[in-house]
């Protein structure tokens, strides 16, 4: 399959649903599916806006300020939570973050994958992209209990996942992301992937106005560099 080769028809009927039990933990987010996209390695006018956001972040960014940062500190509460360690689970954008401050750079994936971590670093939120190609069924958002099967980035064999954590999980019961925390093999965003499901994730103190933004950000980066249409699944304003 080549990029933007298939039809985003095929994934419309795709749906996503969050479980209550969730909601009442606190957490928030904007989600949506994008088809008709085109991936590759990168863009010379992405890769400039790109440097320029760096910059910006690398002139305030410091380990207090990622300590004191309240929309961090929510990813942190939510996993407490729950009964997560916030020392072995550290949220995505807080992983970038701390990335960026460690090295000065951040890891190049590929356009799509560059695009939403940089929407992220940005807002602070949770972004993550999954190739609905690869995914099996509606998706749900739900409290875990144990039976799932879980292959994170880079595991050569399925983990333990622990019963009473919030996940993304498809019609074959894989988790898609443990937490905001890792990703899977099974969805993993190639220069292949032609639709993907986004996730937007934030918690009870980040207000509509912050993911209306992110979220609209990502679909207005993502058009101009990759293509593609967007359609939103789910949304507090829905």
Known sequence: MTGG?????????????????VTRLGVRGVYLAMGGLSNRESDPAFDALREQVLEDLRAG???GSLRDDPVLAGFRRLHTAVGVSNRKNVAAPENLL????????????????????????????????????????????????????????GAPEPKAVAPGEYAYVDGENEVLCRLEVRQVEKTRVGLDASACFYIVQGH??????????????????????CGGEARLLSAPWL
């Open 204 to 225: 009870e103190a980040t207000g509509e106005d912050l993911l209306r933004a992110a979220s609209e950000e990502l679909i207005a980066l993502t058009t101009r560099f």
């Open 5 to 21: 080769a298939e039809p985003f028809s095929r994934f419309r009927s795709v749906g996503f649903s969050i479980d209550e039990a």
């Open 98 to 153: 701390r990335h960026l401050l460690r090295t000065g750079e951040l890891p190049r994936v590929n356009l799509l994958v560059d695009i939403y971590n940089l929407v992220s670093l940005r807002t602070r939120l949770a972004l993550g992209a999954h190739d609905l190609a690869r995914a099996a069924g509606d998706l749900r958002l739900r409290l875990t209990d144990g039976t799932e099967r879980f292959v994170p980035l």
């Open 61 to 63: 960014l410091s380990a």
